[in-house]
């Protein structure tokens, strides 16, 4: 079972920045997508950034590209791994609860099965 948890949500003008991050552990000998989505009140839930394990390909929601850059890193101990979402020049339209994903049976991250608790980001102005 593979456990995700977010942070770095918080408030930020619009214009300025915010770096989500996620922090996974147990069995992540099947990752085959690492990501985030998001979700802001009254709308559906939305793929923003992916990384493919097979070659590291990102992946963008056209919302966000050029603006936002999603990272994964292995962490130093076994079946750890990090991602980073840094969020830049961002809109009131980027405010919503994101979650960071992971894909453990290669659908490709249209479908994770793992989820983080989510963490909120407030854009203002």
């Known amino acids: 079972q593979v456990y995700l948890v977010d942070s770095g949500g918080g408030s930020a003008p619009a214009g300025g920045s915010l770096t989500l991050s996620c922090a996974a552990s147990g069995y992540l000998g099947s990752v085959y997508c690492m990501g985030w989505y998001r979700q802001a009140p009254g709308k559906a839930r939305e793929r923003v950034a992916t990384i493919d394990s097979d070659d590291d390909t990102a992946t963008y929601a056209d919302s966000v590209k050029g603006r936002f850059t999603v990272s994964k890193v292995k962490g130093t101990h076994r079946d750890s791994l990090f991602s980073y979402l840094h969020m830049n020049y961002l809109k009131s339209e980027d405010s919503a609860t994101y979650y960071c994903?992971?894909?453990?049976?290669?659908?490709?991250?249209?479908?994770?099965?793992?989820w983080g608790q989510g963490t909120v980001a407030n854009v203002s102005g």
């Open positions: 994903v992971i894909d453990t049976r290669n659908y490709g991250c249209f479908a994770p099965d793992a």
